[in-house]
């Protein structure tokens, strides 16, 4: 254990945040929360190098497969619409003609929509317990941050519509009353920059917490001067951490890496 880490699976990265300050929390939605749209990636991959390989490229689709993860996990956290420009602007460079990227994200959204269906349906009729869907103790963590007076935003790459029912399904969207954020067709109205900004008017940056497993998020609140926690969850074990993620966050400046929320109240007790 670290010296002043108050629990083994709590690595601290930076010793210096001001802790005891905070007034706001931003959380990502998948991979942070909700585990709903587990292997979200093994749905957009290979669509995108269907895709790609279908301009006639001499690369293999191992090369392939190889960009198209770089791409797809360094805009993770980002709306899913921009996965889908990079993918049309891939199309050009091998001398294709591209769909409209809302076409692509569309035709993702059908594939995945194909892999959770059956974890809506057993959440909407109660076969399947909202805890089983989601990063362990997430409900805990949020009534306890609830009950020390912070307020609590959720900003979701996941258009809106989805984030809502999915959320609700879940049973974490009491949490967040009206600050629940998600993509939007007209994609250039929304960012999780632009809900950072907002929490700022009423606060300063270092009264700001985040949670996120995408590198967008964990890049936009170091950005604004708060406190990243990086949440490096192992989706499908749902326990220890996900070296690749860990790495990846801590490379977008994360202060403290956590695989999930088991340790919460260690966690908030050194944070608050």
């Known amino acids: ?40 990636p093994q749905v957009m991959i290979p669509m995108m190098v269907n895709v790609l390989a279908a301009t006639g490229t001499g ?9 198209v993860e770089e791409f797809v996990m360094r805009l993770n956290g980002r709306q899913t619409i921009y996965q889908m420009i990079q993918l049309a602007d891939e ?45 362990p103790d997430s409900h ?26 999915e959320a609700e399904l879940l049973g974490v969207a009491e949490f967040f009353g009206e600050h629940i954020y998600g993509a939007q067709d007209d994609y250039q109205n929304f960012s999780k920059k632009m809900v950072i900004e907002q929490i700022l008017r009423d606060l300063d940056g270092h009264e700001l ?19 990243a926690i990086a949440v490096a969850s192992d989706e499908v074990t749902r326990a220890g951490v996900n070296a690749w993620k860990r790495n990846r966050l801590v490379q977008a400046g994360a202060d403290i890496v956590i695989p999930e929320y088991r340790q919460h109240r260690r966690l908030l007790e050194y944070l608050l």
């Not at 880490?5 to 942070?32: A, M, Q």
């Not at 690369?59 to 960009?67: G, Q």
């Not at 917490?209 to 406190?227: C, H, M, N, P």
């Open 209 to 227: 917490l985040g949670f996120g497993d995408g590198y967008v998020e964990i890049e936009e609140v170091k950005r604004a001067g708060g406190t």
């Open 91 to 135: 199309v050009k460079q091998r001398g294709g003609e591209p769909l409209e990227p809302l076409t692509y994200k569309h035709r993702y959204h059908d594939l995945l929509m194909e892999r959770i269906r059956g974890r809506l349906h057993a959440l909407e009729e109660g076969s399947a317990r909202p805890t089983e869907w989601t990063v």
């Open 59 to 67: 690369e293999s689709r191992a090369a392939l497969a190889e960009r």
């Open 1 to 40: 254990m670290q010296p002043d880490s108050p629990h083994p699976d709590i690595e601290i990265l930076n010793h210096d945040i001001r802790r005891g300050r905070y007034r706001s929390v931003l959380f990502d939605f998948d991979g942070t929360l909700s585990l709903i749209r587990e292997g979200w």
């Open 140 to 165: 805990a963590l949020l009534e306890e941050l609830r009950r020390r007076g912070l307020t609590l935003y959720l900003a979701s790459g996941t258009d809106f519509k989805y984030v809502r029912r």
